[in-house]
T-cell receptor, first 113, second 115 residues
Framework: GESVGLHLPTLSVQEGDNSIINCAYS??????FIWYKQESGKGPQFIID?????DKRQGQRVTVLLNKTVKHLSLQIAATQPGDSAVYFC????????????FGTGTRLLVSP | NAGVMQNPRHLVRRRGQEARLRCSPM?????VYWYRQLPEEGLKFMVY????????ESGMPKERFSAEFPKEGPSILRIQQVVRGDSAAYFC?????????????FGSGTRLTVV
């Protein structure tokens, strides 16, 4: 269902490390997934997407993995930089009934120089 | 291409007043979505509109909230008789015709504070 109000989990990494952010989605019928980055005071910014007929997709420094068996998404960021510090959300295309994006709770990524 | 434009960026209202939030979608986009975000939480879907039609309002509170996307002009999210619990960031997103949720672009949001 919809995300539940919780304090955001935080992942702290050193600059140059690889980061992995995880997300459990809720609807086995969802056919499309997106990762968004949200910096303080700004709207969500598209990072990468993946359709349900794929299990991996790569972008520039980012990789998304999809495991439909356990309804799990992950975002891998290579060589993490201080500019990557933000809150990261996964979203699933809730294709049951009218389509809409349902967002996960989010993970705060803190990158130390 | 100016992107999705939301105004105002910040809005302060006293309890009982009305709040009007505006969203101009990207040029050529005909789908508009409104989301609400409380501090330290994810975005929660409110309503999905196309020109002159509400497609899905399953996330809208039953009272005091309404949305429209007229043939001409921006989409409006209206909150009547605001209460403190309405304080949040409200984001609008748009997408091109025929591709409902794909190619979503978000605006920078309106931060509503009810005092």
């Amino acid at each position: 269902g919809e995300s539940v109000g919780l304090h955001l989990p935080t992942l702290s990494v050193q600059e140059g490390d690889n980061s992995i952010i995880n997300c459990a989605y809720s609807n086995s019928a969802s056919d499309y997934f997106i990762w968004y980055k949200q910096e303080s005071g700004k709207g969500p910014q598209f990072i990468i997407d993946i359709r349900s007929n794929m299990d991996k997709r790569q972008g520039q420094r980012v990789t998304v993995l999809l495991n439909k068996t356990v309804k799990h998404l992950s975002l891998q960021i290579a060589a993490t930089q201080p500019g990557d510090s933000a809150v990261y959300f996964c979203a699933e295309n809730w294709s049951t009934g009218f389509q809409k994006l349902v967002f996960g709770t989010g993970t705060r990524l803190l990158v130390s120089p | 291409n100016a992107g999705v434009m939301q105004n105002p960026r910040h809005l302060v209202r006293r309890r009982g007043q009305e709040a009007r939030l505006r969203c101009s979608p990207m040029k050529g986009h005909s789908h508009v979505y409104w989301y609400r975000q409380l501090p330290e939480e994810g975005l929660k879907f409110m309503v999905y509109l196309q020109k002159e039609n509400i497609i899905d309002e399953s996330g809208m509170p039953k009272e005091r909230f309404s949305a429209e996307f007229p043939k001409e002009g921006p989409s409006i999210l209206r909150i009547q008789q605001v209460v403190r619990g309405d304080s949040a960031a409200y984001f609008c997103a748009s997408s091109p015709p025929g591709v409902a949720n794909y190619g979503y672009t978000f605006g920078s949001g309106t931060r509503l504070t009810v005092v």
